[in-house]
Structure formats: structure tokens, C-alpha cells
């Protein structure tokens, strides 16, 4: 059932019904109602919470997986979509990186007021 999936993947039950959803996933074939999930569905929410743990967008996942499926993703073609996500790892980091810079900053410039205005108090 997909509380059992749920609970093995560590994926959230809503997730699981989005990534349906939105076609990330086959339809889940259903008996009485429930889902009835093969390995190969498994195998796939496997590798879309992979691909999402690497931070690829669900846009991007639902392209990797259409090639995926059809058998048309050579190595290399993997190689080059994991690089491009590399690069686009690295920027992100970058950016963080800018922001944590900013951040220090009008931290310092925030603990030097307090400390002068602690010195003016004590000299006065």
C-alpha cells in the first residue's frame, strides 16, 4: 500500500500522490481502491527521491525519467545531466556563499554598536 511505500522510502504519502500526480510516476495500478505498487514502481520513486536529494527540479526529474524509461539515456547522457547538475550545485553554493557574506558583515557592524554603546556606558 502506499502507506507501506511511504514508510520504507521515507517519502511523505502526499508525496508519493503528488509525484502521480504529476507524472513523475506511471498510474499506480489499484485494486479495491488501493494502490498496488510493483518493484519497478518502487525503483522509481527511488530514483526520483535520489534525483531530488541532488536537487534537480521535479521539471527536470520528469525529463530525466521519460528518456530514462524509453531506454534512450546512454551513460554519457547521464554523465552530462549529472554534470549540468553539478554546475548548478556549484552556483547555488556560490550564492550562499555571497549571502553568508552579507549576513557576517551586518552582524559585525550590529555587535561593534552594541559595543561601543556598552564602552560609552561604562565610560561615562
Not at 81 to 96: N, S, Y
Amino acid at each position: 500500500t502506499i502507506r507501506e511505500v511511504s514508510e520504507i522510502l521515507k517519502i511523505p504519502v502526499s508525496t508519493i500522490r503528488y509525484y502521480e500526480n504529476l507524472g513523475l510516476l506511471p498510474v499506480i495500478q489499484r485494486i479495491e481502491g488501493k494502490r498496488v505498487f510493483t518493484n519497478e514502481n518502487i525503483t522509481d520513486l527511488k530514483r526520483i527521491k535520489k534525483l531530488k536529494d541532488m536537487g534537480m527540479t521535479l521539471k527536470d526529474i520528469k525529463n530525466f525519467n521519460q528518456l530514462y524509461s524509453k531506454g534512450k539515456l546512454s551513460f554519457e547522457q547521464k554523465i552530462m545531466i549529472l554534470d549540468q547538475q553539478h554546475t548548478v550545485i556549484i552556483e547555488q553554493i556560490e550564492e550562499l556563499q555571497h549571502t553568508l557574506e552579507i549576513i557576517e558583515t551586518e552582524r559585525l557592524k550590529y555587535s561593534n554598536i552594541i559595543n561601543k554603546n556598552h564602552t560609552a556606558i561604562i565610560c561615562s
